[in-house]
């Protein structure tokens, strides 16, 4: 693991402050996963119009001719991508790399990793959020939902830990 | 200023989200100092062996539970107009169990893999794509789950009305879960994994 990195508190403290701003100026939470699945759309409506802006649950993101890509959470997540950018500059951390336990090759590990990401794509729409919008906004505006969502999250990271560990121990 | 800044009128649609892009990135130069663009790092959680994740998480709800509920003490923010989150308990708890497996096999959560991918990180790439392929799925296959995805729907349900004390214990209750729960988990990673590692 890469040493002089920030002390955990401390980059929490600064997350939490992003949320602070993001409520202050927006009055509303920050957010990664709704970008993404903007994005997602905004390719899918490239290759079918028609079939996307009929989707019951796509259409919304098509309401009055508006483009999915005009979002105020993705102009977050190009922030997110120039903010992690500048700091791997900094740190001399941009490489091209697999990043992966000692026991397992580069192609089952992007096995996983495709797998893994197809999971959490569905399971952020299906609770509407992901870590930063649902957990840690929600979390901080006390929501029942969203605390709810965390601990199920570490209950499904734990519960599979055992059966992937050759991916990462 | 009062906040909502800008739904107060105080400041425009272009400078909002101007607003949205620093703070982007300010959030994903915190996630990468953090440590949170390395995949074997997030899911190190999950063994134990790091719990970085969580007491990143923890410190940055209760910052920001504190933050907001002292800000509208104070009166310099309008709670009134800001968006909560509603609580659609069963949904996101299945949710939240399938994105924490997804989570420990793909070694990512959005945000991470977002910031993961700019610098380089093949696997962040490849778990990127498999994020817009899963939300595809979702979506277009939408009424095959819609009536699961909006049942047990409590609208805006937060803790302090769960227990029913004021917000102000309620933001306690938090910050002393968040501490002792940040304690507890590091006291455990020493002890399954010894202090250097």
């Given at each position: 693991m890469k040493k002089n990195l920030w002390d955990p508190i401390f980059g929490g403290i600064m997350i939490g402050i992003a949320i602070i701003l993001t409520f202050y100026i927006s009055g509303r939470g920050l957010g990664a996963s709704g970008s993404m699945t903007s994005f997602a759309v905004w390719i899918q409506h490239l290759f079918a119009p028609s079939y996307t802006e009929s989707?019951?649950?796509?259409s919304k993101y098509f309401?009055?001719?508006?483009?999915?890509?005009?979002?105020y959470l993705v102009f977050m997540a190009i922030g997110i991508m120039i903010g992690s950018f500048l700091a791997g500059m900094i740190s001399k951390d941009l490489k091209f790399e697999i990043l992966k336990?000692?026991?397992?090759s580069n192609k089952g590990r992007l096995w996983y990793a495709l797998f893994g990401g197809i999971l959490v794509g569905y399971a952020a729409r299906l609770a509407r959020?992901?870590?930063?919008?649902?957990?840690?906004v929600g979390g901080a505006e006390l929501s029942v939902g969203s605390w709810a969502f965390m601990f199920a999250i570490f209950a499904g990271g734990f519960a599979v830990a055992y059966f992937v560990r050759r991916q990462w121990i | 200023m009062i906040g909502p800044l800008v739904k107060n009128g105080l400041i425009s649609g272009g400078i909002n989200t101007l607003a949205a892009v620093l703070i982007g990135i300010l959030f994903g130069y915190a996630l990468q100092r953090s440590g949170f663009t390395n995949s074997r790092k997030i899911s190190a959680a999950f063994y134990m062996k790091d719990v970085d994740v969580p007491v990143v998480m923890f410190t940055a709800i209760v910052t920001a539970s504190i933050g907001l509920w002292g800000m509208s003490l104070l009166g310099?923010?309008?709670?009134?107009k800001f968006y909560f989150l509603p609580s659609y308990l069963i949904p996101m708890i299945a949710g939240g169990f399938i994105f924490g497996i997804g989570m420990a096999v793909g070694g990512f959560c959005p945000g991470t893999s977002l910031a993961s991918m700019v610098t380089g990180k093949i696997d962040a790439m490849v778990f990127v794509g498999g994020f817009l392929l899963g939300s595809l799925l979702f979506g277009d296959l939408y009424p095959i789950w819609d009536k699961f995805y909006n049942s047990d729907a409590n609208g805006v349900f937060r803790i302090d009305q769960l227990l029913n004390v004021n917000v102000g214990l309620a933001v306690l209750i938090i910050t002393l879960l968040g501490v002792f729960g940040s304690l507890g988990m590091r006291k455990l990673q020493y002890k399954f994994w010894g202090k250097h590692d």
């Open positions: 989707s019951s649950y796509f309401a009055n001719g508006v483009n999915p890509l005009n979002d336990g000692p026991n397992i959020g992901c870590t930063s919008g649902q957990a840690l | 310099l923010i309008d709670l009134g």
